[in-house]
């Protein structure tokens, strides 16, 4: 891969200074170098996106949701090849401890009806659900198959295991994806230096954003 010009626009420091890709690679302190990218990641990402909310823009909302998941998965977790739902699903867990429970037998033979001509046998929790049935077919086709938005039917999420069907907030899923946001930045700038968090945030700044 070619290496991307020094001149080249980075993102903002914590002081709202534009940063180059040649300052960065100046920046020889790690807990700075993993600050730079949080702020990289708040200008461009999470800011931006912030309008979505205040209009109320459930589908674009959420779909950007999804992409600040998928972010964060690969900045703080190793890929893992055999699996291409792991690092998303790694980070949706952290969203909410209910995306890492295991399907309900009721939930799992609904589904198993619904998508009968489906690969079904990588689904074991709703954090797959998600990526399967939301993530990827709104980005692929902007449509979500087993997985709906509501304001009204419910705070946060709801499963239905009659329908196999799961129902998501958006505000809920944005507001919280901020929050997991803030946790991981902390814990991988405030880790020691063996911190899996730490170590991975930098390999992700090293070799993808600075080669």
């Known amino acids: 891969m070619k290496k991307l010009p020094d001149e080249g626009i980075f993102g903002r420091n914590s002081k709202n200074d534009v940063v180059t890709y040649g300052d960065v690679r100046k920046i020889t302190d790690d807990t700075e170098l993993i600050d730079v990218l949080r702020c990289r990641l708040e200008t461009y990402l999470n ?19 999804c992409i600040g998941i998928e972010t964060l998965g690969q900045v703080f977790y190793s890929e893992n090849r055999d699996d291409t739902s792991y690092q998303f699903v790694c980070i949706i867990k952290k969203i909410d401890q209910i995306f890492g429970r295991k399907l309900t037998k009721k939930y799992e033979k609904k589904l198993t009806e619904l998508w009968a001509n489906k690969d079904l046998k990588n689904i074991d929790c709703y954090g797959k659900v998600v990526y399967r049935f939301f993530r990827n077919t709104m980005i692929h086709g902007f449509q979500g198959k087993g997985v709906f938005l509501s304001y009204e039917m419910t705070e946060n999420i709801m499963i239905d295991e009659n329908t196999s069907y799961v129902v998501i907030n958006p505000n809920w899923f944005w507001d919280s994806y901020k929050k997991a946001f803030v946790k991981l930045f902390s814990e991988a700038k405030d880790g020691q230096t063996n911190n899996a968090l730490r170590t991975n945030s ?6 993808f954003l600075l080669e």
């Open 47 to 65: 800011n931006q996106v912030e309008p979505l909310q205040a209009h109320s823009s459930a589908f674009p909302l959420t779909i950007m949701t």
């Open 202 to 207: 930098l390999i992700y700044i090293k070799e």
